[in-house]
């Protein structure tokens, strides 16, 4: 029941671009956050929206709340985050001071010709001291997997992004003892591992934005830095032990089998509590 906030402050990889029923993150005619609004709603299948339901789903917490504040075409190295994290996080009257605040930047600050990140380490510096002296916890956050490069004349090229702008979160990460969250990485893995039909070309069309599969998964992988009793499960037979916290979302102490040559770890049954037609999780 504890109010928990988190602020998932980004570029159009947060925003929600190419989702189902996204409207754009509003912004002045300066080109700053307006920040009067709960985004959510108008970025309903969003990662941010969709960790906040998993996040009270686990936790059957409702005082779960995520900030999306993800701004399309917005970057770092050139401070508009830093300029903006007030007006479009904390000033923000749907938002406030946040517990936590992923910071998602970096495939804008690949826009266009040349190296950007003296200027990109500089200003996550800079952006993560400010969130530290809020009392909020800074998570870095590696940019998402792209079909785009610089090659064929391409504006963002995702070499550069992966070995200049993500090489620095890790670093940066270290320096100030923060976590990281290796969103690319996983990404990667979901699209090239899967045996579920997904494929590049669908998920992300354009070749720099994920669609409602790729936020879903995103929001999956945002939520397991927050539960550490999650199952991961790839088929084929799963053994839990009855003293594993994972147990206890799904099985019983008090529903076991009782015979002589039973092992610990090889008692549980499925809760005879468990609501019939009702989701595993749940």
Not at 203 to 229: C, R
């Amino acid at each position: 029941g504890e109010v928990i906030k988190i602020a998932c402050f980004g570029d159009s990889t947060t925003d929600g671009n190419e989702t189902t029923g996204w409207t754009r993150n509003p912004i002045d005619g300066s080109g700053n956050a307006v920040g009067n609004s709960d985004h959510n709603i108008t970025a309903p299948n969003s990662w941010p929206k969709k960790l906040e339901t998993l996040l009270r789903d686990i936790y059957a917490n409702n005082n779960i709340t995520t900030f999306n504040a993800g701004y399309s075409g917005k970057r770092v190295d050139d401070g508009w985050a830093l300029a903006n994290y007030d007006a479009a996080v904390i000033d923000n009257t749907f938002y406030g001071v946040p517990d936590v605040t992923f910071i998602a930047f970096g495939l804008n600050d690949v826009f266009g010709s040349g190296s950007q990140i003296e200027d990109h380490v500089a200003q996550t510096r800079m952006l993560i001291t400010k969130i530290l002296l809020n009392g909020t916890v800074p998570i870095l956050v590696t940019t998402d997997a792209v079909m785009k490069n610089g090659q064929f004349g391409a504006i963002r090229d995702n070499k550069e992004a992966v070995r200049e702008i993500d090489s620095a979160k890790r670093s940066i990460a270290a320096e100030f003892g923060i976590p990281l969250l290796s969103m690319g990485d996983e990404l990667k893995g979901w699209l090239s591992d899967n045996t579920d039909g997904y494929n590049w070309s669908n998920e992300q069309s354009d070749g720099l934005h994920f669609q409602n599969n790729g936020h879903a998964f995103k929001s999956q992988v945002a939520a397991l830095l927050f539960f550490n009793d999650a199952v991961e499960f790839s088929g084929g037979k799963i053994n839990i032990n009855t003293w594993a916290s994972e147990s206890a979302y799904f099985g019983d102490s008090d529903n076991r089998y009782k015979l002589s040559n039973t092992r610990q770890g090889g008692n549980i049954t499925i809760s005879s509590s468990a609501p019939s037609g009702e989701d595993l999780m749940t």
